[in-house]
Structure formats: structure tokens, C-alpha cells
Nanobody, 122 residues
Framework: VQLVESGGRLVQAGDSLKLFCAAS????????MGWFRQGTTQVREFLAN????????YYGNAVKGRFTVSRDNAENMVYLQMNDLRPEDTAVYYC????????????????WGQGTQVIVSA
């Protein structure tokens, strides 16, 4: 599965932004999808996960209540709606696919996109 993120750009604090992740294969719909980000550290921070049927979602504490993950299996797309952005949200954002029931660690994800940069100015 190939994943391509888009939508990242420079925004101001308080703005909203939607990220997109396009998957290359119909088998995408069998995977749970996650969003991570990597800032100045080398650690990829878990943001959100959505199961294949969109029935269950999980969020990291830093973004819970501000970010919303969704997917459209017919279009092979995953989305991350980000509201009330803050300077500390500045990072490269990645989408990833997993066949595991585990979701919060990057170790469980099989496929990754190349990332899209989000910069939030104060």
C-alpha cells in the first residue's frame, strides 16, 4: 500500500487545517489507519487511529477534542481535521496503515507516507 499525504502548509495559531492521505490500493479498506507527527524530536507522536469500518477511533491526549480522523473507503482516503491549531502542533504529519489491533505505537504500522509539513505561527 502506498500512502501520500497532502494539505500541510503554514497557518496561524487558532486556524483550522485538513490533511489528506491517499492510498493506492483497494486493500486499503482492510487496514486501520493512523496519523502521527514528528517535530524536533526523533519520536513519532501518535495522534489518531480509525478502524477499517470507521466505527472506532482513538486519539492521542495532545489532540483529543481538537483533531478528528475520518476515512472514505470508496475513495481510498483518510482525513485529519485539525482545529484550534497551536505553535506546538508544528511538525511533519504522517499517515500510516496497520493490520494490527494495536494503534498507539509507530512500531505496529506497516506502511507510511512521506509526510506533509504543518507550520503554525504564533
Amino acid at each position: 500500500v502506498q500512502l501520500v499525504e497532502s494539505g500541510g502548509r503554514l497557518v496561524q495559531a487558532g486556524d483550522s487545517l485538513k490533511l489528506f492521505c491517499a492510498a493506492s490500493e483497494r486493500t486499503f479498506r482492510t487496514y486501520a489507519m493512523g496519523w502521527f507527527r514528528q517535530g524536533t524530536t526523533q519520536v513519532r507522536e501518535f495522534l489518531a487511529n480509525i478502524r477499517w469500518d470507521s466505527g472506532t477511533t482513538y486519539y492521542g491526549n495532545a489532540v483529543k477534542g481538537r483533531f478528528t480522523v475520518s476515512r472514505d473507503n470508496a475513495e481510498n482516503m483518510v482525513y485529519l481535521q485539525m482545529n484550534d491549531l497551536r505553535p506546538e502542533d508544528t511538525a511533519v504529519y504522517y499517515c500510516a496503515a496497520t493490520s494490527s489491533s494495536q494503534y498507539s505505537s509507530s512500531l505496529y504500522y506497516d506502511y507510511w507516507g512521506q509526510g506533509t509539513q504543518v507550520i503554525v505561527s504564533a
